[in-house]
C-alpha cells in the first residue's frame, strides 16, 4: 500500500490568537497577516514599510505595527535633541529615530523611538550601510503610547537586553516619568523631582527628568468628584 505523508495544517484564528499573547497581548490590528504570522522576512519588513510610510517590527517572524501618535512622536524628537546636544561636545557615537529599524536577531528587528550606537561598534562589520544593520542600541528609548502593553514592553526589554543592548529608558508620557533598565529586571523609575544620567553608555551625561516634559501640556486636573447630599427624613 502507498503510504501516505501528513499534511500540515492550515493555519487557524487559535493560532493568531496564540501568536498575539507572545508578543505581548497587543490589539490585533496592529498584527499583518500577509506574509502569514511567522514567516515574514526582513524584505517583507521592507517592503510594507515603503508601501506604507508606516513603522513595522519584525518579532518571530511576524510583522507588527508600530503605532506612535503625534504627542510620542514631537517627545521622542526633543529627546534626540537634548542627546544630541551632549554629542555635539562628546562625539561618541550616532542617534537613530523610529524609523531606523535595527536588527537584534535573525527574526528580530526592533524600531526604538530613540536609539544611540556607538562609532565603534556602527564602524565594525561592514553594516553601516545596511538598511537594517545588524546592531543593538547601546541605549534604546521607547515612548510609550496607549497601544503599549507591559508584557509587550517586556518583550522588548528582553529582545534588547538578550542582543547585547546596555541601557533602555522607558518614557512615560502619562505619569512623566522615566524607568531605567540595565537589564531585562534591574531598573529604577525617576520623577520629575529626579536627574537622569548615561551611565557607562554616556558618560559624563545628566539631565533633569522635567526638561524631558517640560514641552509637554501640562495634565489636566482630575476632575472634582460631587457629594450627594443626603436628605433629612421627616418624622
Given at each position: 500500500m502507498p503510504t501516505t505523508t501528513a499534511r500540515e495544517s492550515p493555519p487557524s484564528v487559535?493560532?493568531?490568537?496564540?501568536r498575539i499573547e507572545e508578543l505581548g497581548g497587543i490589539d490585533p490590528r496592529r498584527v499583518v497577516l500577509e506574509p502569514l504570522p511567522g514567516t515574514a522576512t526582513e524584505a517583507d519588513l521592507l517592503r510594507l514599510s515603503h508601501?506604507?510610510?508606516r513603522i513595522y517590527e519584525?518579532?518571530?517572524?511576524?510583522?507588527?505595527?508600530?503605532?506612535?501618535g503625534y504627542p510620542e512622536s514631537t517627545l521622542a524628537t526633543w529627546i534626540i535633541r537634548?542627546?544630541?546636544a551632549y554629542l555635539d561636545i562628546n562625539d561618541i557615537g550616532e542617534l537613530g529615530g523610529a524609523d531606523g529599524t535595527l536588527r537584534l536577531d535573525d527574526?528580530?528587528?526592533?524600531?526604538p523611538d530613540v536609539s544611540f550606537v556607538r562609532h565603534e561598534k556602527r564602524n565594525a562589520g561592514n553594516q553601516i550601510r545596511r538598511a537594517v544593520p545588524r546592531w543593538a542600541p547601546d541605549l534604546a528609548v521607547e515612548v510609550l503610547s496607549p497601544s503599549n502593553t507591559p508584557a509587550e514592553m517586556a518583550r522588548k526589554l528582553r529582545d534588547y537586553f538578550g542582543a547585547g543592548t546596555l541601557l533602555v529608558w522607558i518614557v512615560d508620557p502619562e505619569r512623566r516619568t522615566v524607568t531605567v533598565h540595565t537589564s531585562a529586571t534591574d531598573c529604577h523609575t525617576l520623577t520629575e523631582a529626579d536627574t537622569l544620567d548615561g551611565g557607562e553608555v554616556l558618560p559624563g551625561?545628566?539631565?533633569a527628568v522635567r526638561r524631558i516634559f517640560e514641552r509637554m501640556p501640562a495634565p489636566e486636573p482630575e476632575p472634582a468628584v460631587k457629594r450627594s447630599r443626603k436628605k433629612k427624613s421627616s418624622g
Open positions: 487559535a493560532d493568531l490568537l496564540e508601501k506604507s510610510d519584525l518579532v518571530d517572524g511576524t510583522l507588527v505595527e508600530k503605532v506612535m537634548l542627546l544630541g527574526d528580530q528587528i526592533r524600531a551625561f545628566t539631565l
